[in-house]
């Protein structure tokens, strides 16, 4: 089975940066996908970054293009998500996700526990 940890997370002031970092676990399949997630208070899970195996493919939900870079290293199973200039309103519990399929239209199946990240005004 597939596990998830997310560390990193904690509390920021606003222009600062953090980064995020889901060690990933047990038996992966080819067409992997990781990716981003983040639920802030009062608010649904929403979509922030996702990555494929390869890095060839990359995607970014638009409130986060230009400050926020995802990236993996497959020789230490792990993913990361570099925030930057980040904002009250990126505050959010932030949860890794594995994922599989096309790129353009993963099917998530596995999801970590969080992280929460709390960025001061």
């Known amino acids: 089975q597939v596990q998830l940890v997310e560390s990193g997370g904690g509390l920021v002031q606003t222009g600062g940066s953090l980064r995020l970092s889901c060690a990933v676990s047990g038996r992966t399949v080819d067409n992997e996908i990781l990716g981003w997630f983040r639920r802030a208070p009062g608010e649904e899970r929403a979509f922030v970054a996702s990555?494929?195996?390869?890095?060839?493919?990359?995607f970014y939900a638009r409130s986060v293009e230009d400050r926020f870079i995802i990236s993996r290293d497959n020789t230490k199973n792990t993913l990361y998500l570099q925030m930057n200039s980040l904002n009250p309103e990126d505050t959010a519990v932030y949860y890794c996700?594995?994922?599989?399929?096309?790129?353009?239209?993963?099917?998530?199946?596995?999801w970590g526990q969080g992280t929460q990240v709390t960025v001061s005004s």
């Open positions: 990555m494929s195996r390869s890095g060839s493919s990359t």
């Open positions: 996700a594995f994922g599989v399929g096309t790129s353009t239209s993963p099917t998530w199946v596995v």
